[in-house]
Structures are given as structure tokens and as C-alpha cells.
């Protein structure tokens, strides 16, 4: 999640700056959607002596609360084997049962886009999901099995809303305290 272009915003452009003034040596790009009513849009900032970005579309515009991009990579001087897919995602907030509802369709939505990649396709999924535990139907229906089941990473089942027992994966809300993963 990044905010847009204009004064006060372009978090984007603002971090690639950065990375290219620590690594001279290195050419740092980005990628991004157009920013969405709430004023947010994701994106991708990536190092191009690394990676190609091969392609990049908006996922699912007019049916997701918030624009989400599909980035394919390849690494560079790699084959069509080693090509993956790296999702940039802003899952719909909020504490209510209408929002996590809402979660849950927009990552069965996602899901089926990556599934339609094909059986084995390497797929990664970032950004905020706004999901408070693994109960959640957003959780289930991205690490479901079938065609491209996701791996939580972390391998940290529960729920973890300002659970003590998380706090090491606690990543999110940083204008108060670390609350969530």
C-alpha cells in the first residue's frame, strides 16, 4: 500500500529515491496502480540488475475495494522456468464481520486470478491484508489446497490481534503500537 503522486504522497517514488542513492551501483525501478478513491494505490519498487518486470496489470479494477497489482518477474539471465508472479495487495479493513466478509471474497478472488496461472506457478502475495487472525475465510482461501495453495511464511496459524504471542510478527500499525501482523 503506498500513497500517490502530489505533494505529501508519491511513499513510492520516495523509497526508490532512497534505494538508488544507498546503491549507485544499482538501478532501482517501480511499478503502480492508479490510486483509488481512498487515495492509496500498491505497487512495487524492485532492483532491475536482479529482476525483469516482464509485465504488470491491474487485478480485479472496479471489484476490489483497493487496486492491487500483478507484477511477473523473471530474474535476470534466468529462463521461462524461473518467471514468477509477485501480487501487491490492499485487502479491505476494518474490525466488523462485513469487512471480513468482504476479505474473504476479495482473496477467493485473487486466489482463483493466481490459480489461472497454471499448477506450479511461483506466486507471491504482500502488502496488507488487514486480517486479524487465520480464522479468517481472507486466510482460508488463500492457503486452501488446489492449484497455487499459498504458504504463510511465518507458519503462524492463530489469531494474532494484539496477541502477545505474536509479537514477533507483529508488523502493522505503526502510528500506535505493533498490534498486528
Do not use: C
Not at 510478527?169 to 505503526?174: A, E, F, I, T
Amino acid at each position: 500500500e503506498t500513497d500517490g503522486p502530489g505533494p505529501g504522497g508519491d511513499s513510492i517514488d520516495q523509497i526508490k529515491s532512497v534505494l538508488n542513492s544507498l546503491y549507485p551501483t544499482t538501478t532501482y525501478a517501480d511499478a503502480y496502480t492508479p490510486v483509488e478513491g481512498g487515495g492509496d494505490a500498491t505497487g512495487f519498487v524492485y532492483d532491475t540488475s536482479s529482476v525483469t518486470l516482464l509485465n504488470s496489470v491491474q487485478i480485479g479494477s472496479g471489484t476490489l475495494t483497493h487496486n492491487i497489482l500483478r507484477g511477473e518477474f523473471q530474474p535476470v539471465g534466468g529462463s521461462n522456468s524461473d518467471i514468477f508472479y509477485v501480487y501487491s495487495i490492499h485487502l479491505k479493513s476494518g474490525d466488523d464481520g462485513a469487512s471480513a466478509t468482504q476479505r474473504g471474497t476479495e482473496a477467493a478472488y485473487l486466489r482463483a486470478d493466481a490459480d489461472s496461472l497454471g499448477d506450479g506457478t511461483q506466486v507471491l502475495f504482500v502488502g496488507d491484508f488487514n486480517m486479524k487472525g487465520s480464522e479468517e475465510a481472507a486466510y482460508q482461501n488463500l492457503t486452501a489446497s488446489g492449484t497455487n495453495q499459498l504458504q504463510d511464511v511465518a507458519d503462524a496459524p492463530g489469531h494474532w490481534n494484539a496477541n502477545p504471542a505474536f509479537i514477533t510478527l507483529h508488523s502493522q500499525d505503526p502510528q500506535s503500537n505493533m498490534d498486528d501482523r
